[in-house]
């Protein structure tokens, strides 16, 4: 799993920081969370790709975090995109793509669904689900957890020869779990040739979001929380009026949540240089790092 931090500023994109968009590639497939402004010209600076199948998570209705749908879903279509797409956000993100539709007329060359979600399961998929929980930050504004499912056991292939198993159908049942009957009425159960389960991956997003119970519920356990860092720790009742967070708040819900690393996104236009950000950040969560356009970070598959 690749993460790709696309934009990374706060409210007005910068000249070194683009609006809210992180690409997720999953096997074949490009999960996005957010999409603000000029998302896709950083698409293409960094070779993400505009034809694989695609789901995009919207936190919340405020532009630095959807504007960027309008001229995606054009540049798609100029490039004739066949595979579907799937837009999932609070209410109010259908009105705004068909209005999209209706008032800057074009022609959409791809399936296209859009759902309105709430906390709650978001999507099931075979081998993840998306969850989220509410951010707080607006009314409605949403947290989102990607979550894969456990992957099966290592097959043990020489102890199926030892068991008599014939290489073929009957080791991909017990590959999947089910009990298996040889010609000498033997029963080799599962258990025997496949180890235990391989966990999956799991990565946070909060878009904007102060602290919260919830939230630390959402990122438990998490691989990688990439969590909203607008304010410095000196602008705390700034942050908490506007339903933002700081270094520490951010810092406190990845020790909390017990997460593997944290990522500062979502920097106020004010950081020319945001690493007072990542050292405030540190005190509490060492294992943090401050995210920038084009930052890549590897998620390798857990044994
Ligand atoms: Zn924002
Ligand atoms: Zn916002």
Not at 88 to 110: C, H, M, R, S, W
Not at 157 to 162: E, S
Not at 233 to 262: I, Y
Request: aromatic fraction near 6%.
């Amino acid at each position: 799993m690749k993460v790709t931090f696309l934009g990374t500023g706060a409210a007005i994109p910068t000249v070194h920081r683009g609006s809210a968009a992180i690409a997720v590639r999953r096997k074949n497939e490009l999960i996005l969370f957010d999409c603000g402004e000029a998302t896709q010209r950083q698409m293409v600076e960094a070779g993400v790709g505009f034809h694989r199948k695609t789901k995009i998570f919207v936190t919340h209705m405020h532009g630095d975090h959807v504007l960027g749908l309008p001229g995606l879903l054009q540049t798609m279509s100029l490039l004739a995109r066949k595979n579907e797409l799937q837009i999932y956000g609070p209410k109010g993100i259908k009105d705004f793509v068909e209005a999209i539709n209706q008032t800057v007329p074009y022609t959409l060359t791809f399936p296209l669904e859009i759902f309105e979600v709430q906390a709650g399961l978001v999507c099931n998929e075979k081998e993840y689900q998306v969850t989220a929980v509410d951010s707080g930050h607006m009314k409605p504004s949403l947290c989102y957890a990607l979550t894969e499912k456990p992957r099966p056991g290592r097959f043990n292939t020489k102890k199926a020869k030892q068991l008599g198993v014939p290489k073929g159908p009957l080791w991909s049942e017990l590959q999947s779990g089910k009990p298996v009957t040889l010609p000498s009425g033997v029963v080799v159960e599962p258990e025997s040739v496949v180890g235990t389960s391989r966990p999956g991956r799991k990565i946070v997003y909060t878009g904007d979001a102060g602290p919260s119970e919830g939230l630390v519920k959402l990122a438990m356990n998490a691989d990688l929380l990439i969590h909203e860092s607008t304010f410095e720790d000196a602008l705390q009742e700034r942050a908490l009026k506007d339903k933002h967070s700081t270094p520490t708040m951010a810092a406190q819900t990845a020790k909390n949540a017990q997460v593997k690393q944290l990522v500062l996104t979502h920097i106020s236009a004010r950081y020319k240089d945001a690493n007072q950000l990542l050292e405030q950040a540190k005190k509490t969560f060492p294992d943090t790092i401050l995210a920038h356009d084009f930052l890549q970070l590897e998620l390798p598959m857990k044994d």
